[in-house]
């Protein structure tokens, strides 16, 4: 049937009755779309396929569950089902300016999921400007985001500390970086500790020259827990080129 009206935003959060199936029925004709937000919907990671064949114009795409998710009231599907997973069902939108995939949990180990978010940020990351990766337990490392380019802002809420250290000189590498989000939420749960996290705040301090943002509450970031000060301390002195003995009387 003929498409009266050509919708250019279109926001669904919140509304369970959208799945892969309804969207495929009824919205793949609207080509003038800019803006999706299907967060806290019935979806799966299956999504990817259609948005990435379908919306041409898209710019921005929200996906995943939100903290609040209505206050549990509802019952959403796994955006990676516990069974098989087509590895080779990826997102792909170089037009893409802003990406959200926050709250996307899964629970075993897959390395299909992650070749899955590889593949999608790799091929998504062309103009990407905004990236939120919140509460992302699918993600187990992050050595790919220095394909961010021209990015301003990466939020990594929630993201354990593990995954970023492990990551850190790639997003080191993120020089046009203004805004990062480190920073997690200790009333849900106690996270891990950085290892080393004098050494880590100092890294990205020291790299990141357009950095006018960064958020590590909830974190070991700010030197509130012990940490291995011999080691932190001789870093500082080397990237500060403190010479001790300039120092003694």
Wanted: hydrophobic fraction near 35%; include cysteine.
């Amino acid at each position: 049937s003929e498409v009266l009206i050509q919708l250019s935003e279109l926001y669904l959060s919140c509304c369970p009755f959208i799945t892969n199936q309804s969207m495929s029925k009824h919205l793949l004709s609207h080509e003038l779309i800019e803006i999706i937000d299907l967060r806290d919907c019935n979806i799966t990671y299956e999504i990817f396929q259609l948005i990435t064949k379908y919306f041409p114009r898209l710019t921005t795409l929200y996906l995943g569950q939100t903290e609040s998710k209505m206050d549990g009231k509802i019952n959403l599907v796994d955006f990676f089902p516990p069974n098989s997973i087509d590895k080779e069902c990826f997102l792909k939108k170089p037009k893409l300016k802003y990406l959200s995939l926050e709250g996307i949990h899964n629970t075993m180990r897959n390395d299909s999921v992650e070749e899955i978010f590889y593949h999608t940020l790799i091929q998504s990351s062309e103009q990407i400007r905004y990236v939120d990766l919140s509460r992302n337990s699918a993600i187990e490392n992050l050595i790919y985001v220095d394909c961010f380019k021209q990015i301003h802002s990466l939020v990594l809420y929630d993201i354990l500390p593990s995954v970023i250290e492990s990551s850190i000189d790639s997003i080191c590498c993120l020089k046009t970086l203004s805004l990062l989000d480190l920073s997690f939420n200790r009333r849900i749960q106690e996270p891990q500790n950085y290892s080393k996290p004098t050494i880590t705040l100092a890294k990205l301090i020291k790299s990141l020259p357009k950095l006018t943002s960064l958020d590590i509450s909830g974190t070991n970031l700010a030197g509130s827990f012990s940490f291995d000060q011999d080691e932190e301390l001789n870093y500082i002195k080397k990237e500060l080129s403190i010479d001790e003995n300039e120092y003694v009387k």
